[in-house]
């Protein structure tokens, strides 16, 4: 992991939310109804490597472009899944979440459905979902392409872009995108708003009045 990254990632998506509104642009919030499998304390970040699928139905086989594209994924990359269409069917579950992990992914992201989660809750990447499902992706839903930019819900917009090597960052708030165009001068932002952000929270604890926070700092 990057020094850039591991600040972003130290500071965490609140204050990335917060920067990206001092720049005055919509922070790329995904779903907030997306769950951690593994529960509080979440934390990963690293660059998008985008998989992306469609619902179609046929009747034998298996999907080897999903496996071609786990397969694909390299070190430390976050697994972007935009399964939005997947209609209450998984998009992985235990022996290709196995795959990931040992190709050491940074964390997944599902804008889909999962399932094995009682497996999934013992595997050390971090994955963060949109649903369960019992039921199995073969015949209903299939990988259509990779590491192109891909649409996935959002929590502010209906939906945000994620584009491959855009960085995504989640922790116990949620998960937000940072665009890689965008990075150097969100990292920096991020290094000065979560610097302030600790000198107030000092002050506060040491009994100044938030209104005097406020005016101190610009912000809270």
């Given at each position: 992991m990057t020094e850039a990254l591991a600040g972003l990632l130290a500071a965490g998506t609140a204050v990335i939310a917060d920067v990206f509104d001092s720049l005055g642009e919509i922070p790329k919030i995904l779903d907030t109804s997306l769950f951690s499998v593994k529960g509080p304390g979440t934390r990963f970040v690293g660059p998008a490597f985008t998989i992306s699928g469609?619902?179609?139905t046929w009747s034998a086989g298996g999907d080897p472009a999903k496996l071609k594209a786990i397969d694909s994924i390299p070190a430390g990359a976050v697994a972007v899944w935009a399964g939005r269409d997947s209609r209450g069917v998984c998009c992985f579950g235990d022996l290709l979440a196995?795959?990931?992990?040992?190709?050491?992914?940074?964390g997944v992201v599902v804008d889909g459905g999962i399932?094995?989660?009682?497996f999934l809750r013992t595997c050390s990447m971090p994955i963060v979902a949109r649903y369960c499902t019992p039921a199995q992706a073969i015949g209903r839903w299939r990988v259509v392409a990779r590491e192109i930019p891909v649409q996935l819900r959002g929590g502010l917009e209906e939906f945000v872009t994620v584009r491959p090597g855009d960085i995504v960052v989640a922790d116990d708030d949620?998960?937000?995108?940072?665009p890689k165009?965008?990075?150097?001068?969100?990292?920096?932002?991020?290094a000065h708003w979560a610097a302030v952000e600790s000198r107030s929270r000092d002050d506060i604890r040491g009994g100044m009045s938030l209104l005097a926070a406020y005016r101190k700092y610009g912000h809270l």
């Open positions: 469609r619902s179609e196995l795959a990931m992990q040992e190709r050491q992914c940074a399932r094995d989660v009682a949620g998960v937000i995108i940072v165009v965008r990075l150097d001068v969100v990292v920096d932002k991020v």
